[in-house]
């Protein structure tokens, strides 16, 4: 009698596992029709979003360019290229979904609101290619470079 109890139970047991893991799978599922974790984009989708931006010189030396990220989860421009020297991103958050851009390095920026933004400041002492990420949504592919010539 007590083998036919331990293999009920189990049994139980693979049935409510069975019945929360697409509940566990799903996550952030809750995002709904403005994006998140749950909506990823195709390969394709991703490729054709991908955008490319060239910092302008301002008259004081540094470069500037603004950086959107919205409710599609991606950065636009997703390839940003600048010169050596001191660069200022201005992050704009169109959307309504939150975000927090990750730095070259694993430095994180404040997470930002929809319909606001922030002045971020950085510099490059040698070319090379940097990625930047959404620490909220980078299992959704929203990641970008910056590509820094001398």
Request: net charge neutral; hydrophobic share 40%.
């Amino acid at each position: 009698m007590p083998r036919r109890a331990e293999s009920t139970s189990r049994r139980r047991r693979g049935w409510v596992g069975a019945l929360a893991l697409p509940f566990l799978l799903t996550g952030c599922g809750s995002w709904g029709a403005e994006g998140g974790p749950g909506s990823h984009m195709s390969e394709a989708e991703a490729t054709a979003a991908a955008s490319e931006g060239v910092a302008a010189l301002g008259a004081d030396g540094v470069q500037r360019i603004v950086l959107r990220v919205d409710d599609k989860l991606r950065f636009s421009p997703s390839v940003i290229r600048a010169r050596t020297g001191p660069l200022v991103i201005t992050l704009a958050d169109t959307g309504i979904t939150p975000h927090q851009m990750i730095l070259p390095g694993g430095a994180p920026v404040a997470p930002s609101e929809g319909g606001t933004s922030q002045d971020i400041k950085l510099s490059f002492g040698k070319a090379g290619s940097y990625t930047f990420n959404c620490m909220y949504h980078v299992g959704s592919g929203m990641a970008g470079t910056i590509e820094i010539t001398e």
